[in-house]
Antibody
Framework: EVQLVESGGGLVKPGGSLRLSCAASGFTFTDAWMSWVRQAPGKGLEWVGR??????????DFAAPVRGRFSILRDDSKSTLFLQMNSLKVEDTAVYYC?????????????WGQGTLVTVS | DIQMTQSPSSLSASLGDRVTITCRTSQSIGNYLNWYQQKPGKAPKLLIY???SLQSGVPSTFSGSGSGTDFTLTISSLQPEDFATYYC?????????FGGGTKVEIK
């Protein structure tokens, strides 16, 4: 069974940094493309970014609001995905979800974690 | 970047009703359109990928159609567990983008 467990959320001041983690299990993480999606309180879903597998280049792409401030990292030896968030703004307050990025299913987010709340205030 | 227009933003329906939600994209995306269901306090769940492919375990009362810029999610007979918020998503090009959501409520 695929499991994604996020951690690392919390309260941070504007301008600060935070690193989220996503522990993955139940699939071959090394081969997986992964993504982050966020949801501000009471709002809709917003795609944050995606990282390819190292085999496919390991590069990451980001949404405009976070480009240059956020980075996505992966530790394949520990099946763990990270979201490094720098220069945080109040508008980055949201629940952050780690998802699989299904290259064989229309690049959809097939599996989601439970989310971790980041509050910038 | 590709813009998404999802409608309606909310609707009220009764058990057994047929419900249709539409999603329009600002440019052609082929069939790279996905649908998600989200219940309060829970993570979203993938329902349909690539316009019309049903994710494993999703009831056949859900179906998707469309191509190019216009897409539809249909629930053929609304069940109690279907009351939720639904989102479309284009996965044709990065940055990926979501529609604004459609909240399906009980009439």
């Amino acid at each position: 069974e695929v499991q994604l467990v996020e951690s690392g959320g919390g309260l941070v001041k504007p301008g600060g940094s935070l690193r989220l983690s996503c522990a993955a299990s139940g699939f071959t993480f090394t081969d997986a493309w992964m993504s982050w999606v966020r949801q501000a309180p009471g709002k809709g879903l917003e795609w944050v970014g995606r990282i390819k597998s190292k085999t496919d280049g390991g590069t990451a792409d980001f949404a405009a609001p976070v480009r240059g401030r956020f980075s996505i990292l992966r530790d394949d030896s520990k099946s763990t995905l990270f979201l490094q968030m720098n220069s945080l703004k109040v508008e980055d307050t949201a629940v952050y979800y780690c998802t699989t990025y299904e290259t064989h299913a229309g690049y959809s987010s097939g599996h989601w974690g439970q989310g971790t709340l980041v509050t910038v205030s | 970047d590709i813009q998404m227009t999802q409608s309606p933003s909310s609707l009220s329906a009764s058990l057994g009703d047929r419900v249709t939600i539409t999603c329009r994209t600002s440019q052609s995306i082929g069939n790279y359109l996905n649908w998600y269901q989200q219940k309060p306090g829970k993570a979203p769940k993938l329902l349909i990928y690539a316009t019309s492919s049903l994710q494993s375990g999703v009831p056949s009362t859900f179906s998707g159609s469309g191509s190019g810029t216009d897409f539809t999610l249909t629930i053929s007979s609304l069940q109690p567990e279907d009351f939720a918020t639904y989102y479309c998503q284009q996965s044709y090009s990065t940055p990926l983008s979501f529609g604004g959501g459609t909240k399906v409520e009980i009439k």
